[in-house]
């Protein structure tokens, strides 16, 4: 009798070994699951390990799960603290059968200062005034970030540009204080102030230019009250304003702007 349920239990073993086999791919591999035994911050240096560790759902002792290991990557990219080329996430045998999972990043730096070189048309309390009113994230104390800089340096321009220079040419600097802070430099090359010598309106045979420059507020041809006022200078938004408003008054008189500067009768 003993060796009979010996006989049975050899062969029950095998059928279940073949049955495993026949098992489908994902319900083997949810019998091959691997835990992750640690979970690791390298490259931090102002932030501590448990402060990053918040924002990470994968824990020691949870089952591997490689998709939401980098969801992890992308919640620790999305704080702003970090270089997104910079900071990638491995994994690695742990030395109980597990996974080791390491996030590797490297900390943005803080900017400790800010300065502007070859700069005379603009304050640079206005810049730092104009930065904060639109929020492009530089100032001392901010954390650095690229696109902020980038989108700074475009802000720059366009209150150059309503200063009389289009053209000017802006670009950034660094200066390394320490390992975990820099100093940025605007540099600024304004080149020419445009200044307005004449407005005219060629192709229509309905309305004077002097009719139409009635119409332009904030724009004006140079003389001495325009100097003075500062109106003679070139600021395309103010000069499409202004243009708009010639639209408008053209309109108002039943004429539509043709498309080569003809004024068209309005259809009633």
């Known amino acids: 009798m003993h060796s009979f349920r010996v006989a049975w239990l050899a062969v029950l073993t095998v059928i279940t070994g073949v049955a495993f086999l026949f098992l489908p791919a994902p319900a083997r591999a949810q019998n091959q699951q691997r835990l ?3 979970v690791d911050i390298i490259g931090n240096r102002r932030l501590r390990k448990e402060d990053i560790l918040y924002y990470i ?4 002792g949870d089952v591997f799960n490689p998709q939401q290991v980098e969801r992890d990557l992308q919640a620790i990219n999305a704080l702003g603290f970090f270089d997104k080329t910079e900071t990638r996430v491995t994994t690695e045998d742990a030395p109980r059968g597990g996974v080791r999972v390491t996030y590797y990043v490297k900390e943005l730096p803080i900017i400790r200062d800010i300065q ?6 603009v304050a640079e309390s206005d810049i730092l005034k104009t930065f904060r009113e639109r ?9 650095y970030d690229p696109v902020k800089v980038r989108n700074g340096i475009r802000v720059l321009k366009e209150m150059l ?7 000017a040419v802006v670009s950034e600097e660094q200066e390394q204080i320490s390992s975990t802070s820099i100093a940025i430099t605007f ?4 080149g020419e102030r445009v200044r307005i010598a004449e407005i005219r309106f060629e192709g229509s045979n309905i309305f004077k230019s002097g009719e139409l420059r009635s119409q332009m507020k904030y724009v004006k041809e140079a003389g001495l009250f325009s100097r003075i006022r ?11 304003y202004d243009l ?5 008054y053209m309109r108002s008189k039943g004429y539509l702007q043709a498309r080569h500067g003809e004024p068209a009768p309005a259809q009633s």
Do not use: M, W
């Open 161 to 167: 540009a309503a200063k009389g220079h289009p053209n």
């Open 187 to 190: 540099v600024i090359n304004e």
């Open 36 to 38: 992750v035994e640690e």
């Open 116 to 121: 502007f070189t070859g700069l005379s048309s």
């Open 230 to 240: 500062e109106q003679d200078i070139l600021d395309r938004a103010k000069l499409d």
């Open 57 to 60: 759902q994968t824990r020691p």
């Open 135 to 143: 929020r492009v994230g530089v100032s001392k104390e901010a954390i």
């Open 244 to 248: 708009h408003n010639v639209d408008n």
